[in-house]
């Protein structure tokens, strides 16, 4: 029962995938989309769907502070309803506030990582966490 997790954003997504057992999350690698162009990198997506049969897709979903529903939030909906209509995979979503300062503290404590280094990886590593989340909370 493999789940895909993914940290979207408005230039790139983070795709994370479970082990098959439905335990651990590592992250696979990050998409390159251009949201104000309406290119969502679906033909990706769709590749490591197939390959990996992924039974759901989790979504992070950047609520506000406040626990309101922004703009961003809005836009991680929107994809995710897009990956249901493209890809016919039921989406589940998860509240992912802080998970990128998350990883940028876990990235920043390893020492060696260097700003320019942290900016190719951290929103594999958010999806990361956003899917253990997810995983730990079921």
């Known amino acids: 029962m493999r789940i ?41 997506l769709k590749e490591l769907a197939d390959q990996y049969e992924p039974e759901t897709i989790v979504v992070g979903l950047p609520k506000n502070m406040n626990n309101s529903i922004g703009f961003r ?32 503290k876990m990235l920043i404590s390893e020492g060696n990582v260097s700003r320019k280094k942290r900016k190719k990886v951290i929103d594999k590593l958010a999806a990361v966490i956003l899917l253990q989340n997810y995983l730990d909370s079921q």
Request: proline share 3%; no cysteine.
């Open 73 to 104: 939030a809005k836009a991680s909906q929107a994809y995710g309803d897009l990956v249901v209509e493209t890809l016919g995979i039921p989406v589940a979503y998860i509240d992912e506030r802080l998970t990128t300062v998350q990883a940028e």
């Open 4 to 44: 895909m997790g993914l940290d979207v954003g408005s230039k790139t997504v983070g795709v994370a995938i479970s082990d098959p057992m439905g335990w651990t999350a590592q992250g696979l690698e990050i998409i390159r989309i251009d949201e104000e162009a309406g290119e969502f990198g679906m033909v990706r």
